[in-house]
């Protein structure tokens, strides 16, 4: 089987390569992406068993390699179109141009989700429609947002500077989401071929640690980078020979203990002194589960504790169904069942809740019902290692 595949890609690798040239240019470039493709089809058919149609197969897969290797640039040209757009200068002296960038499309002048949606779109570079996933809504919405957004900045009459320290409090609750919303579309693409895009991360970092220089004493800047360090700390246990591996099945050796530490010691000295903020509850949440020595040793009734904290301050479809599981690991999976069968109708279609439902459904023995609700999640996702693992996690059962 193993040597009709290497035949067959072999075979199928400059007809692969020919498509993806043609249709985005760049031969070296291409080249790299029709051979992570090939890669993947090496270690996947043999497995899964040879598509049906394996030329398309390789040429979506070298395809979404390709898009992925441009997003950097474009990501670049967004913001110097975002620029020269609002007529300002694209240089400032002894200050970080991005985070002049992120500040100035926080606006005041803008509603906040135009705040949002601007400052996704040119600052971090997604594009219009994960900003749309990102956001939940539709993506002509985020569209004329950000039309509109820039239309308001320009008449405004906003300079490319840094805005005065009196001005930066009013512009930390959208500044914060954005960064928020970076983080975790890098740490999750919300689809293509990758699991994880680094450099959106490890940017929102990077951003928000300059953020934390300028306001050492705003608790939810703290309490933010906290939560992005502890969580980025459990990358490189996330994938194992290219398959994602939930947090219960991660090899903990592997995850960074260095940023583990900061993020405790930064989320428990914030606390004490620092009104409790959504991003505090966050990373504490975080903390807990970077503390267990194991999935077993985690202290579900101290998590649910806290979501009940975070529900009842930030409440929204992601915090009701994370507080379900919570409930469910602390209690039992029938309880957590009855209450997502309560809270169904206000956590939309997203596929998450399928998944929490399989979940817990193969908990209480209906390996059925888990089945078709793994294989329906998996349907619905549009990243490629999460479809893999759904599909795996249904087969399995």
């Not at 919300?190 to 990077?206: D, F, H, T």
């Not at 807990?288 to 009842?312: F, K």
Request: aromatic content about 4%; proline content about 5%.
């Amino acid at each position: 089987m193993t040597t009709g595949v290497e035949g067959l890609l072999r075979e199928l690798a400059p007809q692969v390569l020919g498509a993806v040239v043609r249709r985005y240019g760049g031969f070296d470039s291409c080249e790299d992406a029709v051979q992570e493709a090939l890669l993947a089809a090496a270690v996947q058919w043999p497995r899964d068993g040879v598509p049906d149609n394996p030329k398309a197969w390789l040429i979506t897969a070298a395809a979404r390699r390709r898009i992925e290797s441009l997003r950097a640039d474009s990501a670049r040209r967004r913001r110097e179109d975002t620029v020269a757009t609002l007529d300002v200068p694209t240089e400032v002296s002894g200050v970080d141009d991005t985070l002049t960038l992120l500040l100035l499309c926080c606006h005041p002048a803008l509603t906040r989700v135009s705040q949002v949606a601007l400052t996704l779109r040119a600052v971090a570079g997604l594009t219009t429609a994960e900003i749309a996933r990102a956001l939940l809504v539709p993506e002509s919405t985020v569209g004329q947002r950000i039309s509109r957004a820039k239309a308001r900045i320009k008449a405004a009459g906003a300079e490319f500077r840094l805005p005065p320290e009196s001005e930066l409090a009013e512009r930390m609750e959208p500044v914060l989401e954005v960064l928020y919303l970076v983080f975790n579309e890098g740490y999750t693409a919300s689809s293509g071929a990758l699991l994880q895009r680094v450099e959106l991360s490890s940017e929102a970092i990077r951003l928000t640690r300059q953020v934390r220089e300028r306001l050492p004493d705003d608790g939810e800047v703290a309490g933010l980078l906290a939560l992005m360090l502890l969580t980025d700390a459990r990358r490189a246990a996330r994938t194992g020979d290219g398959e994602l591996v939930p947090l219960a099945e991660q090899d903990r050796s592997l995850w960074d203990k260095e940023a583990i530490a900061e993020g405790t010691e930064l989320i428990s000295a914030t606390l004490a002194r620092a009104p409790i903020g959504p991003y505090q509850l966050q990373a504490a949440i975080a903390a807990v589960h970077d503390e267990a020595a194991s999935a077993e040793d985690t202290d579900w009734t101290q998590i649910l504790g806290l979501y009940e904290l975070l529900n009842a301050c930030a409440p929204g479809p992601m915090v009701t169904l994370n507080r379900i599981v919570a409930l469910a690991m602390a209690h039992g999976p029938r309880e957590g069942l009855a209450e997502l069968a309560t809270a169904e109708d206000s956590l939309g279609g997203h596929y998450r809740v399928g998944v929490v439902r399989a979940h817990l459904l193969e908990l209480t023995g209906d390996f059925d019902g888990a089945r078709r609700e793994f294989e329906s999640a998996a349907a619905r996702t549009l990243n490629v290692p999460e479809q893999r693992y759904l599909r795996r996690r249904a087969a399995r059962i």
